[in-house]
């Protein structure tokens, strides 16, 4: 009888008793795929391109130049925003409160700014997209055919940057024309008219 207590007192010591039957997983043991789940990407996973990977629902694909994938190039995933603020962004101005700054996003849609075309799960596309009448696509900014030009800056090896901006008081006077942004920066590049809007190319 006291032999068997002793045995049984070891065998609880050695397989570490009762409370003990779930142990924290080892982090680097290898957990076999059953199916049952899909694994997250990791931060940074490839997206798009020829195999047409997909990002988590929680994220978007981000094209180094928002070409959106053309030609087969892939992007990687990025982490959607929690939420967007209230005021837009030009650049890296802001802009005012409730100020819109429509952009075309990968799905050939108008948004209302960059934060809500990544939240809802698209990448700015710098192919354009259709637009409201009255307005033209600069890049991925949709810009004012009556108030506003676009600025198209070549930036590499990063992506190229498009931003709309206010007409000068010259150009407010009939139908805007290049002639009136010839003293703004990179006036001398200007293409386009009053119909599909006025550009300015900076290299």
């Given at each position: 009888m006291?032999?068997?207590?002793?045995?049984?007192?070891?065998?609880?010591?050695?397989?570490?008793?009762?409370e003990r039957?779930?142990?924290?997983?080892?982090?680097?043991?290898?957990?076999p795929?059953d199916?049952?789940?899909?694994?997250?990407?990791?931060?940074?996973?490839?997206?798009?391109?020829r195999?047409?990977?997909?990002?988590?629902a929680?994220?978007?694909?981000?094209y180094?130049?928002?070409?959106?994938?053309?030609?087969?190039q892939?992007?990687?995933?990025?982490?959607r925003?929690?939420?967007?603020?209230?005021?837009?962004?030009?650049?890296?101005?802001?802009?005012g409160?409730?100020?819109a700054?429509p952009?075309c996003?990968?799905d050939?849609k108008?948004?209302?700014?960059?934060?809500?075309?990544?939240?809802?799960?698209?990448?700015l596309n710098?192919?354009g997209?259709?637009?409201?009448?009255?307005?033209?696509a600069?890049?991925?900014?949709v810009?004012s055919?009556?108030?506003?030009y676009?600025?198209?800056?070549?930036?590499?090896?990063?992506?190229?940057?498009?931003t709309?901006?206010?007409?000068?008081?010259t150009?407010?006077?009939?139908?805007?024309?290049?002639?009136c942004?010839r003293?703004?920066?990179c006036?001398t590049?200007?293409?386009?008219?009053?119909?599909?809007?006025?550009?300015?190319?900076?290299q």
């Amino acid at each position: 009888m006291r032999t068997t207590l002793l045995c049984l007192v070891f065998l609880m010591v050695a397989c570490g008793g009762s409370e003990r039957t779930n142990p924290d997983p080892d982090p680097d043991a290898q957990v076999p795929d059953d199916g049952s789940t899909d694994a997250p990407s990791p931060p940074g996973a490839s997206c798009g391109g020829r195999l047409g990977e997909r990002c988590e629902a929680n994220e978007y694909c981000d094209y180094p130049d928002n070409s959106c994938g053309i030609a087969d190039q892939p992007g990687s995933c990025k982490r959607r925003p929690d939420a967007c603020p209230l005021t837009a962004q030009a650049g890296s101005l802001e802009v005012g409160p409730l100020v819109a700054r429509p952009v075309c996003g990968c799905d050939g849609k108008v948004h209302s700014s960059d934060c809500i075309v990544y939240s809802d799960g698209f990448d700015l596309n710098a192919n354009g997209c259709a637009v409201p009448a009255g307005s033209f696509a600069c890049g991925y900014a949709v810009c004012s055919l009556l108030t506003q030009y676009c600025r198209h800056e070549i930036k590499p090896p990063a992506a190229d940057l498009y931003t709309c901006l206010s007409l000068p008081q010259t150009c407010t006077a009939g139908a805007p024309t290049c002639e009136c942004l010839r003293s703004q920066p990179c006036g001398t590049s200007c293409s386009g008219d009053a119909r599909v809007g006025l550009t300015l190319l900076c290299q």
